[in-house]
């Protein structure tokens, strides 16, 4: 049975996942059981290393750290073999072997991985909120949306609003039914985040006549011609009695030719 305490310190500039993985792989290879972990993150300052090495100078550990910034990595290094204390660089390691692959000197930025995983959550956020103002389902919060995408049955809505969550925004969509009125609160919002879609009606026929063989809706009028003449005719003049919204045809276009026009319309830029 092994006696003598060992420690491991895990020093990181973020939240310490890193080195925790890192070295919870290799622990694996041992059967040392006397072991005790410390994590200590969002270190920043050489104040706070000089208390790490410190506490480290009675402990002796093996201190495997993160720590982007060059300057702060090479005095954690400098102060650990003044007082005898055992080192893993894990950044210095890895990144010196990048900079020579690129020929390029590394950012040496602290908080880039966690900035990564913001944009991840706030990706997980725009797709809640989209799922939540699918077709109709919902008016609230519409202030919130950054794209509001109107049209009629089968001219892509939802296959164009999750496309677009994927990429960060927040996208409502409301069905355009003859004789029906559409939500009052999407009157009361910034009509500059609307997207009217417009269609060819025999594309539309087409693609609701493929629609209705699946569903077995061979004496439906979902599929009639001459009612979806009267419905694009009806999404046509709501589109021209609403000048600020942005209308695109999507007729023959895919989901990604459609949402990168929706982008760069609204926001000046492309997907």
Do not use: C
């Not at 040496?108 to 939540?132: C, P, R």
């Not at 103002?133 to 009629?152: K, P």
């Not at 269609?199 to 009639?224: C, F, G, T, V, W």
């Amino acid at each position: 049975m092994n006696k003598d305490i060992k420690y491991i310190y895990m020093v990181s500039d973020g939240t310490g996942e890193t080195a925790s993985k890192i070295v919870r792989a290799f622990l694996v290879q041992f059967k040392y059981t006397n072991l005790v972990r410390r994590k200590f993150i969002e270190i920043r300052s050489k104040e706070q290393i000089d208390k790490i090495i410190e506490r480290a100078k009675q402990e002796k550990p093996l201190m495997v750290y993160t720590i982007a910034e060059r300057e702060l990595r090479e005095y954690t290094k400098k102060l650990s073999d003044e007082n005898g204390i055992s080192t893993l660089d894990i950044f210095g390691y890895y990144l010196g072997k990048f900079e020579d692959f690129f020929h390029e000197e590394a950012m040496n930025e602290s908080g880039l991985l966690h900035k990564i995983s913001d944009k991840y959550f706030d990706k997980i956020k725009a797709i809640e909120y989209t799922v939540e103002h699918d077709d109709n389902r919902s008016s609230r919060r519409l202030d919130e949306a950054d794209i509001i995408l109107v049209g009629l049955s089968r001219t892509s809505k939802t296959p164009l609003s999750v496309y677009l969550a994927q990429e960060g925004y927040k996208v409502a969509n409301f069905a355009v039914v003859k004789g029906e009125k559409l939500p009052d609160a999407l009157y009361k919002i910034d009509q500059g985040k609307i997207v009217g879609l417009k269609i060819d009606p025999m594309r539309l026929y087409e693609i609701r006549q493929e629609r209705a063989k699946k569903l077995h809706l061979s004496n439906s009028s979902y599929a009639s011609l001459s009612k979806i003449y009267e419905e694009v005719e009806y999404a046509d003049s709501l589109f021209r009695k609403n000048r600020k919204w942005l209308v695109i045809d999507v007729t023959n276009r895919s989901v990604e030719e459609s949402a990168s026009e929706i982008v760069s319309k609204l926001f000046s830029r492309k997907l």
